[in-house]
């Protein structure tokens, strides 16, 4: 039903009730259409945006960074407005809501926020929402793409007037059928009741709802104040095919004839197929069905998986070189050192802090290994994948195909964990030539190794800080960064940017991260001239953003140095970052965490407390840990406390669920996990290797507290917990062991034998 | 090629396959049961944590051949019909799952450690050393508690 057509317009445009939120940030309007259907469809158009600068106030006054007045969500907000055929709703005649959404669920429940969003501003029972993932639809250019944080913030506005453009029709219809105003009729529980008792279920209205000429009042969503289910903490609406096992992911899906494949890669990144020697044996051996060659590799298709892998392990392939074949650690340290700016000089007699830090590639190492199904025809094609820029998967699956768009169908399947690596659809392009290759459908998996090895990375960074103060006050805050380049070849998730960020030089790249950089990077100090640069390295090995992009490593080490300025002016960590804080707002979240978490409380030798803050995509959090340091071959963080305050928070236990998702990705790559690249490949081949945190390396006490409302549109949470916790994991540890964290994973020595490449 | 008679979640299946051929394969791809997922394939991770005649295994090491007369039960097989375990309901309560790959697993963990101690202890849930990407563990954790109680 998401094909629009013969739209006729319901009720009139209206700025939504969060046009003026208390931060001024946005002003947005939608448009409803009536969708040409037996029963109720409707999709929604967003309209403009209008930005406004938000004032600062100081101490000594840091002037407002680039991501204080217009952050990357607000950018794909703006770029997603003109899209038409936003949203689509329908009401089944069994009552049944569905709604297409045009991104990607990983596993942070955004299926269940929308799903609430719905049968809030519906008045419908929120189990009679259905919220199903739209495949690539080119013409939602910028529209769907999944990251940023940005789901909730973008979709916030538009879904709800949706909702309520579908309740007004409803109503209308009910008010048609029993010749009542529909002022007088109300609505609750899926149902649309009048004065005098008689009542109509959603879907014995539906077909009514649909008549192009039913008269119809204007529908604007509710006021937060009259939010009953928004705002309530809600379990996620799959959570009972998670634990039955009836959660279908890529590879569980039953396509006719697809048969499972794996590849065999190469020793080094990017290393390409000479040959290989053995390749009637291979093709000999028991279940195998094909073994064609990819630019990627050596692709086994056959009739189980055990057999492909059995297959693949036989295979003797002749290697060219790759990109990177000289690379090791220590030369990309050095490199990057020298790509790192120098620090201003200080004044004569002016006391200073200063820091390096040196942060280490790290797995994205989602659960579910990159996969995907392909089903390639002389004349079409049909891929299914998780895949977070399904539009550009499409555009260039079916470029490299050489089949019209039109003949290229992408569905987005629901994924196992993502952290950033399902931006990239390096899966569902390999599955689609390995397809086209055999001329039959395949099923795709990576193994772990092929994840962990060739899968991409958050790339090292290098961070040079200096700070400057004087008679207390904090004079200058300068921080030079330098990373391996992180690969944005995505674009805005469709193939106009993507091509812009592939131009040559790696100019449009450079340019996409300079972008992403100054506009989600910021202080949220008082501390005089700030400064926070870039500078990228490309080095050929595979990288993509992973949750929290340059955030977790750039203010995670700002926390550290924050923790150092208050010691060298002989302050508390906690009252520091409380004076030189820039709102009340962020204060809150600090003041909670000290408080909750009683800051400063005695814990023995070689425990100790951290604190840290963070603010990003109009959202703010303050973390307070405490890790136990007394066992050097088992450091544990053992408590944590968090306070969040997004502004409008949606569903507060999913809301909790995210953070406490941050806090282990800030304990696992803070004490333990990352990537030692070694002559152009990672030695490390699984989670025996890449130490991701196991349930004996986590806190037995966590608490999430979610401030309530303080504005009215919902900020971003997806990555926010990720920055303040590496902060307070680093301080914990620091003021335990009387050392200064300065490399990052603080454990990373080489504990076992590499797999063979 | 052998044939390797067994039942999968009280339903008695024969499989024509090699004696090595590892348990989740015969599951997945021959039997088309899903529940049990791939994530490392060495027993490390532990995404596919099922049972064989009742104690937790790793489906990814344990050739078929061994699996010859005994009970299999994945993750589709602990519920009562509509009738969830105690532990799945304790997971719900919760809202443990995030992008739910690893939690069948988690689950069957979790069963199997409640089989062998009605009360475990901090130390006895740490062991449990399923990977969690998402980093669920702390509502594992209080799962776990929760089932515990309840059972």
């Known amino acids: ?757 | 090629m052998p044939s390797h008679t067994f039942t999968v979640n009280g339903r008695s299946v024969t499989v024509d396959a090699p004696d090595d051929l590892p348990l989740l394969w015969v599951l997945r791809d021959m039997l088309g049961v899903t529940g049990p997922k791939y994530g490392c394939g060495v027993d490390v991770c532990k995404a596919c944590t099922s049972h064989l005649d009742g104690t937790d295994v790793r489906p990814c090491v344990v050739p078929v051949s061994a699996c010859a007369g005994k009970r299999v039960t994945t993750i589709e097989g602990l519920a009562d019909g509509d009738v969830l375990h105690p532990v799945q309901e304790a997971w719900l309560e919760q809202d443990v799952a995030q992008c739910g790959f690893c939690q069948p697993g988690q689950i069957m963990a979790a069963v199997a450690l409640l089989r062998r101690t009605s009360e475990p202890t901090d130390e006895d849930i740490d062991a449990i050393a399923n990977i969690c990407r998402c980093g669920t563990y702390f509502r594992i954790r209080e799962a776990i508690r929760s089932a515990a109680a309840r059972m």
């Open chain 1, 1 to 757: 039903m998401a094909e629009q057509s013969g739209a006729t317009a319901t009720g009139s445009a209206r700025p939504s009730d969060d046009g003026q939120g208390a931060t001024g940030s946005s002003r947005r309007s939608f448009l409803t259409y009536l969708v040409a259907a037996p029963t109720l469809a409707l999709i929604t158009r967003a309209g403009a945006d209008v930005l406004a600068p938000q004032p600062a106030h100081a101490v000594i006054p840091t002037l407002p960074a680039v991501a204080d007045l217009v952050d990357l969500g607000d950018l794909f907000i703006l770029a997603g407005a003109p899209t038409s055929a936003l949203l689509a709703l329908a009401v089944e005649t069994d009552g049944t809501i569905r709604f297409r959404l045009p991104r990607e669920e990983v596993g942070q429940g955004l299926t269940t926020a929308v799903a609430m969003l719905v049968a809030e501003e519906l008045d419908a029972p929120l189990g009679s929402v259905r919220v199903e993932l739209d495949d690539a639809r080119p013409e939602l250019l910028f529209n769907q793409l999944t990251g940023s944080s940005n789901s909730i913030r973008s979709l916030y506005g538009p879904v709800r007037q949706c909702a309520a453009g579908a309740r007004a029709r409803l109503v209308a219809a009910a008010a048609a059928r029993w010749n009542l105003p529909a002022s007088r009729l109300t609505t609750a529980g899926g149902v649309v009741r009048a004065p005098d008792g008689r009542t109509a279920d959603y879907g014995s209205l539906s077909a009514e709802a649909a008549a192009p000429g039913l008269i119809v009042l204007g529908a604007s969503p509710k006021p937060a104040a009259r939010h009953a289910l928004v705002g309530t903490p809600t379990r996620r609406i799959d959570a009972r095919a998670m634990v039955t096992g009836a959660q279908k992911y890529t590879l569980d899906l039953d396509v006719p004839g697809a048969k499972p494949c794996v590849v065999r890669r190469p020793p080094t990144l990017g290393g390409a197929v000479r040959g290989v020697s053995n390749l009637a044996a291979v093709r000999a051996m028991p279940g195998v069905l094909h073994v064609v060659t990819v630019p990627t590799g050596v692709a086994v298709v056959a009739e189980t998986f055990g057999q492909a892998l059995d297959a693949k392990a036989a295979l003797q392939v002749v290697w060219g070189p790759g990109p990177a074949d000289q690379l090791s650690d220590a030369q990309i340290r050095t490199r990057l050192r020298a790509a790192t700016p120098p620090l201003l000089v200080p004044p004569l007699l002016t006391p200073y802090v200063d820091a390096e830090f040196d942060f280490a590639f790290v797995s994205h190492a989602p659960m579910e290994t990159n996969s995907a199904v392909a089903d390639v025809r002389d004349d079409r094609a049909e891929i299914w994948s998780g895949l977070k820029s399904p539009i550009v998967a499409r555009e260039t699956i079916a470029a490299d195909l050489g089949l019209p768009l039109d003949k290229v169908k992408v569905h987005v399947v629901q994924a196992g964990g993502s952290f950033g690596r399902r931006l990239f659809f390096d899966a569902a392009l390999e599955a689609a030539r390995i397809s086209k290759a055999c001329r039959r459908p395949v099923k795709l998996m990576w193994t772990r190794v092929d994840d962990t090895r060739h899968g991409r990375m958050r790339p090292a960074t290098h961070h040079r800080i200096r700070a400057t103060h004087l008679l207390g006050e904090v004079l200058s805050f300068e921080h030079r960064v330098a990373a391996a380049e992180t690969d944005f070849r995505h674009g805005l998730g469709e193939i106009i940017t993507a091509t812009a960020a592939s131009l040559p030089s790696g100019i449009g790249n450079a340019t996409l991260a300079q972008t992403l950089f100054l506009t989600t990077v910021k202080s949220p100090y008082h501390f005089g001239l700030t400064t926070q640069t870039l500078n990228e390295v490309p080095t050929g090995i595979p990288t993509g953003s992973w949750r929290s992009v340059y955030s977790a490593n750039t203010r995670g080490a700002e926390e550290i140095v924050v923790d150092e300025l208050a010691a060298a002016t002989g302050k508390d960590p906690y009252r520091f970052r409380r004076t030189f804080l820039k709102t009340d707002a962020q204060r809150a979240v600090l003041d909670k965490v000290a408080a909750e978490g009683e800051w400063g409380r005695a814990l023995p030798a070689g425990c100790a407390q951290g604190i840290a803050f963070h603010e990003e995509y109009k959202s703010r959090t303050a973390c307070l840990v405490e890790i136990d340091t007394r066992d050097p071959e088992h450091v544990r963080v053992t408590r944590a406390v968090i306070a969040v305050d997004v502004g409008l928070p949606v569903n507060p236990s999913g809301l909790e669920a995210q953070m406490i998702g941050g806090l282990t990705d800030a304990i696992s790559t803070t004490l333990r996990a990352g990537l030692h690249l070694d002559k152009g490949l990672p030695l490390e081949g699984s989670y025996s290797q890449f130490h991701w945190a196991k349930q004996r390396d986590t806190p037995l006490d966590v608490r999430v507290f979610v401030l309530p409302a303080t504005g009215t549109d919902p900020g971003g949470a997806g990555e926010l917990g990720v920055p303040a916790a590496v902060g307070a994991i680093a301080n914990a540890w620091a003021r335990a062991t009387g050392s200064k964290p300065r490399s990052f994973p603080l454990d990373f020595d080489v504990d076992f034998t590499p797999y063979p490449r």
